[in-house]
Each structure stands twice: as C-alpha cells, then as structure tokens.
C-alpha cells in the first residue's frame, strides 16, 4: 500500500472513531442508499453514490466534515451547512484559510504534530460545529451567506444577470 493510501486509511479510521465517539456514529445496512433514523441527534448514512448537495440539505445534518474542495464549498454554502475543514492536498490549503480565517464559516481541523488528524480531533471538532456557541455562530453566519447565494442565483439575482451578460457576449 503507497504512503497516501496508508495516510488515508489511518484518517478514516480516526474520522470513524471521532464520530463515533461524538455520538454521531453511523449504522451500516446492507444495501440501502439512505437510512434516516427517527428520534433528535440521530442521522443518516448513505452507503452508495448520493447527491451531496441532497445529503447536505437533509434537515438532521448539523455539520460537514470537508475536504475543502470548491464544489464542497459550493454545496455546503447552498445548504447553509457550517463545516469542519479538513484538507487533504493542492488548492484546499488556501479554501481552507479562507474558509476558517476569513469567511468564518468552519473550524479547523489541526493535525498533530506527527502529521495525522486523531479521533479525539475529530470527535472535538464534530462536537463543536455541532453543539457549542461557536458552531451555532458559524451556523448563523452559514445560513445568512446561504440566504445571498440563493438571492444571486434566482432569475433576476446578479450570478445569473452576470452569466446572461456573459453568453450575449458571445452572440456578437
């Protein structure tokens, strides 16, 4: 196994145990693409390919553990989902400085000094977005950014003004 397939396994290993640990562990049945859970602080798992935008916007989802990748990003916002930025390689270093020291909408997930993220992280950090003051600040903030993206994106919001502009452009 290469040295990155190895990093990534020991990281999922620790994710599961951090939100296990959390109280957020996930149940796995054979088979199902969704399984909801009824009852407060449950959630759901998705064992196949699932729209990450529809997972997202499920109303159980309290938090998002991210990569940093821009379409994550994206769906997040478009969910009004604060994140846990947990980068992994290229341009995600620089969306996760934005994302936690500029845009104020996630936490930092901090690596020890060996270079690997622990379960006590994970479980720390998924408790934090999720249930403190500080996640339901970020919450607040997430949602507000949530409520302009969608204004920008409506018939007459300035994305889709700016993308009209854009295509007549290309008339001429």
């Known amino acids: ?8 396994q020991r990281d999922k290993i620790q994710l599961a145990g951090g939100v296990e640990a959390a109280g957020f562990a996930d149940q796995q049945v054979g088979g199902q693409a969704w399984v909801s ?17 529809a997972v997202l916007s499920h109303d159980s989802v309290g938090g998002f553990v991210s990569h940093c990748g821009w379409n994550s990003i994206l ?14 390689y290229a341009e995600q270093k620089f969306n996760k400085t934005m ?8 936490l930092p997930m901090n690596e020890s000094q060996a270079g690997y993220v622990s379960a006590e992280e994970v ?16 919450r607040e903030w ?3 950014k949530r409520d302009e993206a ?12 700016a993308l009209d502009k854009f295509f007549e452009s290309w008339k001429t």
């Open 75 to 88: 769906e997040a916002i478009s969910a009004g989902i604060p994140m846990v930025a947990w980068l992994l």
């Open 1 to 8: 196994m290469a040295e990155t397939e190895r990093q990534i």
């Open 123 to 138: 479980e720390k950090r998924v408790r934090e977005i999720v249930d403190s003051d500080e996640g339901n600040k970020i």
């Open 99 to 106: 994302l936690v020291e500029e845009l104020k909408m996630a």
């Open 150 to 161: 969608l204004a920008a994106m409506s018939d007459d919001g300035s994305s889709r003004v």
């Open 142 to 144: 997430v949602l507000a």
């Open 37 to 53: 859970w009824n009852g407060p602080g449950e959630g759901l798992v998705v064992k196949q390919w699932a729209s990450q935008l």
